[in-house]
């Protein structure tokens, strides 16, 4: 049975987006992977074109930016159409999947082939936030979505493409992995987090408030947020050790958590309570 990869793409290396360590974690999942290559201003179309893999088509779009939003979905539902494979298994380029999660997510596509009962797979969400080991779980902070979905013409992208709907009006139908898509947008240095704000407000994907448009993006106190107690994807050991505001996170956590098994085991857990909305700076 075929499965399909699929994406879009666009000012990846402007931004800091970790493309290539997106595509590489399902791509051990999938038959093709189809990108589909906005008009950009720096290299990301020579990024993808590096990846030394048969399974990766390129296709390539002018995004007409002044759809705001829906221009996601608009390039999400081009590269759908693209796939040949039975199912479709979606991933923005912020977002990683761990390889011990591929084997229970090639066993559910597997099980639920012919399964009239179930349109997609959603998946947990660990929103990383400021450093790799802390995550937002406060309002506003989706924590499940869909992103596996059975390519049969009957599911499409909609809104900013962060999720699906069925294109008749009726309730998807799920099938829950329990497993955690691992996003890495906001990540990033201040000043580059403060760029991709302002470019998507001007989209009009986002909104700022007036102390928000200043170049370096503020955020705030982290040791507010809860600590990511397991293992990152492989693919992303790099941009981890990288980063040094996480590696000095990473010592005080350390520190603070050496009697916490779940710590000292590496076990990737997540937790149940939702945050209050108030961020103390």
Excluded at 30 to 53: A, K
Excluded at 70 to 91: D, H, I, P, R
Excluded at 271 to 280: C, D, L, P
Aim: overall charge positive; proline content about 3%.
């Amino acid at each position: 049975m075929k499965v399909s990869g699929f994406t879009i793409a666009r000012n990846a290396v402007k931004f800091n987006y970790p493309l290539l360590e997106s595509i590489h974690s399902i791509l051990p999942v999938c038959d093709e992977f189809i990108v589909n290559v906005g008009d950009s201003e720096d290299q990301t179309l020579s990024l993808v074109q590096s990846i030394q893999s048969p399974k990766i088509k390129i296709i390539q779009h002018k995004w007409d930016l002044t759809l705001g939003a829906e221009v996601l979905s608009m390039q999400t539902n081009l590269a759908l159409k693209a796939c040949q494979g039975k199912w479709a298994f979606y991933l923005q380029s912020d977002e990683v999947v761990h390889e011990k999660d591929l084997p229970r997510i090639k066993h559910l596509i597997d099980k639920h082939a012919d399964d009239p009962d179930v349109d997609v797979l959603r998946f947990r969400w660990l929103h990383f936030y400021g450093s790799y080991f802390r995550y937002r779980i406060d309002e506003g902070w989706y924590q499940k979505q869909d992103r596996v979905i059975k390519n049969n013409g009957t599911v499409e992208s909609c809104g900013d493409a962060f999720g699906f709907r069925r294109k008749d009006g009726a309730d998807l139908r799920r099938a829950n992995t329990g497993c955690f898509i691992y996003h890495y947008g906001w990540v990033q240095p201040n000043e580059v987090m403060a760029e991709r704000r302002q470019n998507a407000a001007k989209i009009g994907f986002d909104s700022l408030k007036e102390n928000e448009r200043q170049g370096r993006h503020d955020y705030a106190n982290l040791e507010q947020f809860p600590v990511y107690t397991g293992s990152h994807p492989a693919v992303m050991k790099e941009r981890v050790k990288l980063h040094q505001v996480s590696q000095d996170d990473l010592k005080k956590i350390n520190r603070q958590n050496w009697w916490n098994p779940l710590w000292l085991l590496k076990i990737r857990v997540k937790t149940g309570s939702r945050m209050r909305k108030t961020i103390r700076k």
